[in-house]
């Protein structure tokens, strides 16, 4: 359990009104990250954030938007939800394997969203 | 671009067999790279990971082969077993990001 939560967990929405996901950390891991998971893509980097305030660009960061203002929270807002962006939201935390290792990256459970 | 592709969308072995995952990279700045498995409605789950710097990681039933002059990493599993059958995502690590394949569905069959 890599102590991420995820919320909410399921919501339907209508076209042109903003969405945010939450998701929360219980171990004060320095990276997080939001992906999109769709068939045929995989899973592809929205955003990440290398601490509090500092976030960046992932493939598809169009339409989206992030925010760290705690060490714990990282916010991922749709603007202006669209049907494209009907898809599961993952999210993620970096932690570092050992001294011989590199990072490995845990994902929380996950945000099924429907854009109608 | 898809700088890290898995060709196979699918994958059936017997139980008891080996599964061969395969997964090929562009990027010669990743120095590290992982497997992934996954069941519907759930997270993808850390499996097994390999630096750059070796070229074979075992861990129980999964192994995984890293061929850099290829660009090609393979997950064994063997034996198989029918609680493998899932989603497998390869993925690799540059600096802070992590790319993943578009994965492979594996069904073992009893």
């Known amino acids: 359990d890599a102590g991420i939560t995820q919320s909410p967990r399921h919501k339907v929405t209508e076209t042109g009104t903003p969405v945010t996901l939450r998701c929360h950390q219980t171990e004060n891991h320095r990276y997080m990250y939001w992906y999109r998971q769709d068939p045929g893509h995989g899973l592809r980097l929205i955003h990440y954030s290398y601490g509090v305030k500092d976030t960046d660009k992932g493939e598809v960061s169009d339409g989206y938007s992030v925010s760290r203002s705690k060490t714990e929270d990282f916010l991922l807002t749709l603007e202006s939800a669209t049907s494209s962006q009907t898809s599961v939201y993952f999210c993620?935390?970096?932690?570092?394997?050992?001294?011989?290792?590199?990072?490995?990256?845990?994902f929380g459970e996950g945000s099924w969203l429907t854009v109608v | 671009d898809q700088q890290v592709k898995q060709n196979s969308p699918s994958l059936s072995v017997q139980e008891g067999r080996i599964s061969i995952l395969n997964c090929d990279y562009t990027?010669?700045?990743?120095?590290?790279f992982l497997w992934y498995k996954k069941y519907p409605a759930e997270g993808p789950t850390f499996l097994i990971s390999?630096?750059?710097?070796?070229d074979k990681n075992e861990d129980g039933r999964f192994t995984v082969f890293l061929n850099k002059s290829a660009k090609h990493l393979s997950l064994h599993i063997v034996p198989s077993q029918p609680g493998d059958s899932a989603v497998y995502f390869c993925a690799a690590k540059e600096g802070g990001q992590f790319y993943f394949g578009t994965g492979t569905s594996l069904t073992v069959i009893p």
């Open positions: 390999i630096s750059s710097i070796k």
């Open positions: 990027n010669s700045m990743f120095d590290y």
């Open positions: 993620a935390i970096s932690v570092v394997s050992g001294p011989n290792s590199g990072n490995t990256i845990y």
